[in-house]
């Protein structure tokens, strides 16, 4: 069943070409930000529920040079949507996940 129902997204994510934008409440995206700016819930509602649970996460080091970078970019704009906190401050000799997290108000 949860095959059937993400496999037409998948087609359509594959389809899309280097120039396509997505329209999001935000505004058009190149098609890569708006897959990593996707790609920040599920890493970061990970990293939220092993805290709650008392676990520590180490998120993938790719996964989080990429999320880096689009946070980065973004800045202001994600607590703007009002999905997250605002960014805390953080050592830029913190490690990537780290500064990741601080950026969209998490502590470590």
Do not use: C, K, N, S
């Not at 949860?2 to 396509?20: D, H, K, N, S």
């Not at 709650?52 to 994600?78: F, K, M, P, S, Y």
Request: proline share 7%.
């Amino acid at each position: 069943m949860l095959r059937q129902a993400v496999e037409p997204l998948l087609r359509r994510v594959a389809a899309l070409g280097p120039a396509a934008t997505v329209p999001t409440p935000q505004g058009a995206l190149p098609a890569d930000a708006f897959l990593t700016t996707a790609m920040v819930e599920p890493a970061v509602h990970a990293w939220d529920l092993a805290t709650a649970t008392g676990q520590t996460l180490d998120l993938d080091g790719g996964v989080v040079a990429a999320l880096l970078d689009e946070a980065e970019r973004i800045g202001d704009g994600l607590a703007a949507t009002g999905m997250y906190a605002a960014a805390l401050p953080v050592d830029h000799a913190a490690r990537p996940q780290e500064r990741l997290l601080a950026l969209l108000g998490r502590t470590r």
